[in-house]
Nanobody
């Protein structure tokens, strides 16, 4: 059973930065893709970024390109989402997800098997 715990969300002013952390149980990210999704109030959960299980490819939603960076640290069993130049429209609950072992994952929420509980990011004007 894979357990994921997100942290790092908080209230920040527009233009600021945050780094979200996804801590996993065991050696999760060495064999599984990691993804970040977000859900704003009244909206569906949407894809933000993902990294292939091999670690050699990273994908970003258009809204995240150039501002967000996904990385992982296998020694720490953790993945990170560095978010810069934050905008009010980035306000959402951010979720970490892990995929099926040795599978490349899509950007579809339904394809991801394991989820964390989410961390709230609020960006003020």
């Amino acid at each position: 059973q894979v357990q994921l715990v997100e942290s790092g969300g908080e209230l920040v002013q527009a233009g600021g930065s945050l780094r979200l952390t996804c801590a996993a149980s065991g050696r999760t990210f060495g064999s599984r893709a990691v993804g970040w999704f977000r859900q704003a109030p009244g909206k569906e959960r949407e894809f933000v970024a993902s990294m292939a299980w091999s670690g050699d490819k990273t994908y970003y939603a258009d809204s995240a390109k150039g501002r967000f960076t996904l990385s992982r640290d296998l020694a720490q069993n953790s993945a990170y989402l560095q978010m810069n130049t934050l905008k009010p429209e980035d306000t959402a609950v951010y979720f970490c997800a892990a995929g099926t072992p040795y599978h490349n994952m899509t950007q579809k929420e339904a394809d991801w098997r394991y989820w964390g509980q989410g961390t709230q990011v609020t960006v003020s004007e």
